[in-house]
T-cell receptor, first 115, second 112 residues
Framework: EPEVTQTPSHQVTQMGQEVILRCVPI?????FYWYRQILGQKVEFLVS????????KSEIFDDQFSVERPDGSNFTLKIRSTKLEDSAMYFC?????????????FGPGTRLTVT | AQSVTQLGSHVSVSEGALVLLRCNYS??????LFWYVQYPNQGLQLLLK??????LVKGINGFEAEFKKSETSFHLTKPSAHMSDAAEYFC??????????FGKGTRLSVIA
């Protein structure tokens, strides 16, 4: 069964450093998402991406964040200058179409630890 | 704006007992509702979803949920818990083209 994959599974970085989290969505899916979960808190929407551009973003997704689909398979989340509060589990998801009842398929997550 | 409240961050049941995980939602438009499960070191897997068809929704692994508009609830149940059901369960809501809005999750423990 097709699945969303994410690398690395765990990333440790120092405050102020740039990190890139990588995701490979399901191959025929058209919509891509990033969510994050700070320990003990809710899973929160960051950004959605369609047709090579951001379709929606939350208040969390400020200028420190960017997303890119550099080739036909990868979908990346970049944090330019990490802060301690960026420590969280980051989930990538993809769906065949957007919104409504359509299922979003989630990857296993990348645990980001900022020290 | 939409929101989800999951009552109980941790629920513990005996093997073979009824599982009941509570979810209440708030939405100004007709909602789509989802239950996801997360096993250790894995991603979120869809258990079931409500899409305005039948109010009683059956999902995988013997789980089901009932949409009750009057109570703004979408509680998840399973008649008989198995050890393999131990996981984190998330309720989520969306509508139209909005992203998923999740609850804080409920950790289910199953005692032998």
């Amino acid at each position: 069964e097709p699945e969303v994959t994410q690398t690395p599974s765990h990333q440790v970085t120092q405050m102020g450093q740039e990190v890139i989290l990588r995701c490979v969505p399901i191959s025929n899916h058209l919509y891509f998402y990033w969510y994050r979960q700070i320990l003990g808190q809710k899973v929160e929407f960051l950004v959605s991406f369609y047709n090579n551009e951001i379709s929606e973003k939350s208040e969390i997704f400020d200028d420190q964040f960017s997303v890119e689909r550099p080739d036909g398979s990868n979908f990346t989340l970049k944090i330019r200058s990490t802060k301690l509060e960026d420590s969280a589990m980051y989930f990538c998801a993809s769906s065949l179409t957007s919104g409504g009842p359509y299922e979003q398929y989630f990857g296993p997550g990348t645990r980001l630890t900022v020290t | 704006a939409q929101s989800v409240t999951q009552l109980g961050s941790h629920v513990s049941v005996s093997e073979g007992a009824l599982v009941l995980l509570r979810c209440n939602y708030s939405s100004s438009v007709p909602p789509y509702l989802f239950w996801y499960v997360q096993y250790p070191n894995q991603g979120l897997q869809l258990l079931l979803k409500y899409t305005s068809a039948a109010t009683l929704v059956k999902g995988i692994n013997g789980f089901e949920a009932e949409f009750k508009k009057s109570e703004t609830s979408f509680h998840l149940t399973k008649p008989s818990a198995h050890m393999s059901d131990a996981a984190e369960y998330f309720c989520a809501v969306s509508s139209g083209n909005t992203p998923l809005v999740f609850g804080k999750g409920t950790r289910l423990s199953v005692i032998a």
